[in-house]
């Protein structure tokens, strides 16, 4: 026997990506890709910004590694998960990432991994500053702009000025 239909919808709600306050973690992962990292290390960064706690940290000399040629030297945070381990925080970035999406989502996630991008890989601060105001706005998140992306761009910019100068 079949039980009557109500016309309420059944199964599990649809998923919010826009009120999921992981989204900014696949647009770092965007970001992270179209610059070249692994997939794989992409989802680990993401995973380790949410998850990770810093336990401390050591300066690294530049190096070869066989295979890989000159290694970039620089600081090298180490982190401790707390009860979430961090490849599984990674899974689930992952899971989030591959999952199909509406025009207005994937609008978003375009807009918001371009500013990603310009924060991380930004040379000029006022252009690229307003650029990523530009794009946030587009999409509603200017407070976040305001709040990580540009103090991201502004910290980038102004150490590598600061180390400019120094090696001069």
Not at 26 to 40: K, P, W
Not at 127 to 147: D, P
Request: glycine share 10%; net charge positive.
């Amino acid at each position: 026997m079949v039980s009557p239909q109500t016309g309420r919808p059944r199964g599990r709600p649809p998923y919010d990506f826009l009120g999921d306050p992981e989204r900014y973690a696949i647009s770092l992962i965007d970001a992270l890709v179209v610059l070249g990292t692994s997939e794989t290390d992409a989802f680990k960064i993401a995973a380790t910004q949410i998850v990770g706690i810093p336990k401390g940290f050591r300066i690294v000399e530049p190096r070869r590694k066989r295979g890989r040629g000159l290694v970039q030297g620089g600081v090298l945070v180490n982190y401790d998960h707390g009860p979430t381990t961090i490849n599984g925080r990674a899974d689930t970035l992952r899971r989030k990432f591959k999952r199909r999406m509406n025009h207005q989502e994937g609008v978003w996630r375009v807009a918001m991994g371009r500013a990603f991008l310009l924060a991380l890989r930004g040379k000029d601060l006022h252009r690229c500053a307003s650029k990523i105001e530009e794009l946030a706005k587009s999409v509603g998140e200017e407070a976040y702009a305001q709040a990580v992306l540009l103090p991201m761009l502004a910290a980038k910019i102004l150490h590598a000025r600061f180390y400019a100068r120094r090696s001069e």
